[in-house]
């Protein structure tokens, strides 16, 4: 039987489209304040949401307790609940599916000896990805529960950031098996690729800490800063300084923006820098889709900074990063192998 067939990758594929979703519904959950309503981690039966009144009443009862109901939500009925309830219930669901769907044709495939050594040993880091990234949305929700009504924002980017990375590690093993033929590389363009991809990782990072300290509701001035200034701090400045750049709600939106520019510049040179050679179809488009996915990407940025974060905005800028990433590995490998 052939190794690494079709099914093997409409396989990783399909684990890609799960992910993709999961960060979709992961977007809504934060946005809508939702990531808190489920105190409780029940790997099997939390699979289930809560039937009848009596169910209801305890799963609120419970979301009582803790610190973002207080703070936060003190105003809330039943009705309320269940409507940030099913947000968090929505995306943890489909994390246990990501899970079962690695898992049962993995074993299928091992079992059917369709995976090739190599394979088998990407597919088993893949595993652990996932696992890494369940626990690290446990770990998240926890920092919530405890003394803070949030969840840590330094939490939250890595549970985000191994989402992303998940994903891209995913989608390179499926693009291993769709192209196995091995080509010489192009190290110049290989090299400025991979800086342009470490700035995206790391504005994607910054990303995730505009959402953990709703640090978007602020400056929502475009290029200025508040009182027309290139940065501003609103309310406090920390010391010593750098702490300002990951921890002060000014300070990581303003690196935010500068970094969208070094994107925007980074992917602009890999553009005019591909000029210079022969490339084949496959890496001449997806150099041209970097460039139209940055353009879509800033401008996202820009009217989701200005609107101050409407849902739908938020989302859209949070899939154009996973776009933008996805079109980055993509030409990140076609520029390898």
């Avoid at 690494?4 to 999961?22: A, E, R, S």
């Avoid at 192209?179 to 590389?185: G, Q, V």
Wanted: proline fraction near 4%; hydrophobic fraction near 50%.
């Amino acid at each position: 039987m052939k190794k690494d067939n079709k099914n093997v990758i409409y396989w990783l594929l399909t684990g890609c489209f799960l992910i993709f979703i999961m960060v979709v519904i992961g977007g809504i959950t934060r946005l809508t304040d939702s990531g808190l309503s489920i105190s409780n981690y029940r790997l099997i039966t939390g699979t289930i949401p809560p039937i009848g009144d009596q169910e209801w009443q305890e799963a609120f009862d419970l979301y009582k307790q803790h610190p973002e109901f207080n703070a936060y939500n003190n105003h809330f009925d039943i009705e309320d609940f269940k409507s940030i309830y099913f947000w968090e219930w929505l995306h943890r669901v489909i994390g246990r599916s990501i899970g079962l769907v690695f898992i049962i044709p993995f074993i299928y495939f091992l079992i059917r000896k369709q995976l090739s050594i190599s394979t088998i040993k990407k597919c088993i880091v893949l595993l652990g990805l996932g696992a890494f990234q369940g626990f690290l949305g446990w770990y998240m929700v926890k920092s919530g529960l405890v003394d803070m009504p949030d969840v840590s924002h330094y939490r939250l980017a890595a549970h985000l950031v191994t989402a992303f990375l998940t994903f891209a590690a995913t989608l390179w093993v499926a693009l291993d098996l769709k192209y196995p033929n091995i080509k010489p590389a192009n190290k110049p363009m290989r090299s400025l690729i991979i800086w342009g991809y470490i700035i995206l990782i790391i504005q994607i990072i910054y990303g995730a800490f505009i959402a953990g300290l709703k640090a978007g509701l602020l400056h929502n001035h475009w290029p200025l800063m508040n009182d027309g200034k290139f940065i501003h701090f609103t309310v406090y400045v920390l010391e010593p300084f750098y702490k300002n750049l990951i921890e002060n709600p000014s300070g990581i939106q303003f690196v935010h923006r500068i970094l969208a520019y070094i994107v925007v510049v980074f992917i602009f040179m890999i553009w005019k820098k591909s000029k210079k050679y022969s490339l084949t179809p496959l890496q001449e488009q997806g150099v041209n889709a970097l460039v139209l996915l940055v353009f879509l990407q800033f401008t996202l940025g820009v009217l989701t900074l200005i609107y101050q974060v409407p849902l739908w905005l938020g989302v859209a800028h949070q899939v154009g990063a996973f776009f933008l990433l996805t079109s980055m590995t993509f030409t990140l490998h076609r520029f390898t192998k």
